[in-house]
């Protein structure tokens, strides 16, 4: 039975992707938290991704750091480039349009060739926890820049606390203690990714086939909390291998299991391919289509933690994954990216 207040966000070729009010979950009323639980669970373990709403985060902090976002990357070329992207063991900073390219390929040369083929179109900037002196964080060295690191890192932390109950859910729902993932969760070693999609020529969808936004993937770590615009553009693959719209809900945040969480759930849980194309609509009089944002947190178990099948998932089937270890696992997966 679906939780009170669950409905159906996406509901089309055997994809549904619940509706859920999480509310109930952060309530005191146990009975009321495991029936929310149970439809994360599902969500999980059907489509893969779930809309969450009454989430706890509030609009307004959303709305900043979405100004904050859309302000960084008005910043010059020269500027942004002097904060650039500079490791996978940190993955923090700055990427410009093509560099990066999204995709399940591991391999770094077949990788490559995506890239050259079929640019993402956009532009981003990783930012991780601010106590890492190995690993720093890529700041502006200005006045907006200070205003613009505190914002960011109190939306980090806000995330990270997202995270942290959304984990509970998914203990509880796999019959375990609602704490059991806590240890995971603790260190906050998380990415908060700012994207900007520039405002495109429409010519270039029509005379470059196959040309998107970003290109099909999964992501790689636990769960990933996105924060859409109003224009959308996000498609997540159905079952039969179509891609369907994730149109936008507003107040509401898209969150999605990655391979990790994949992998650790013994694949009960599933990690679903989904990409950035243009959202489907005429382009502006310029014959461009117009800029979109969002904001991506990506969520990964504690780096220093060893990641096995979760009990319970594998008793009867065998673990169909060896052990790894969460920070040399996600390094391996962003080295391959860029």
Known sequence: MAAPGTTAAVEKDDL?????????????????KTSVASSVLKGFQSAGFLYLTNHGIPQSLVDKAFSRSARFFTRPQSEKDLLEWYAAEANRGYTAHGREKVTRLVDKDEVAKLRASVPDIKESFEIGRDDEPHFPNM??????????????????????QLHQQVMRAVAIGMGMEETWFDEYTSAGDNTLRLLHYPSVDGKVFKEKVGTVRAGSHSDYGSVTLLFQDARGGLQVQSPNGTFID?????????????????????????????????PPSEPNEDGKYPARYSIAY???????????????????????????????YLIRRLAATY
């Open 246 to 278: 994730a149109t936008p809900v507003p107040g509401s945040i898209v969150v999605n299991a990655g391979d990790l969480l994949e992998r650790w759930a013994n694949d009960t849980i599933k990690s679903t391919k989904h990409r950035v194309i243009e």
């Open 298 to 328: 990506f969520c990964n178990p504690n780096f220093d933690k060893f990641i096995d099948a979760i009990p319970g998932t594998y008793e009867q089937t065998g673990k169909k994954y060896p052990g790894v270890n969460s920070g040399d």
């Open 16 to 32: 549904v992707i619940p509706l859920i009010d999480f509310a109930p979950f952060l309530s005191n009323d146990q009975e009321l």
């Open 139 to 160: 700041w502006p060295k200005d006045a907006e820049g200070e205003t613009f690191r505190a914002e960011m890192m109190a939306f980090h932390e806000t995330c990270k």
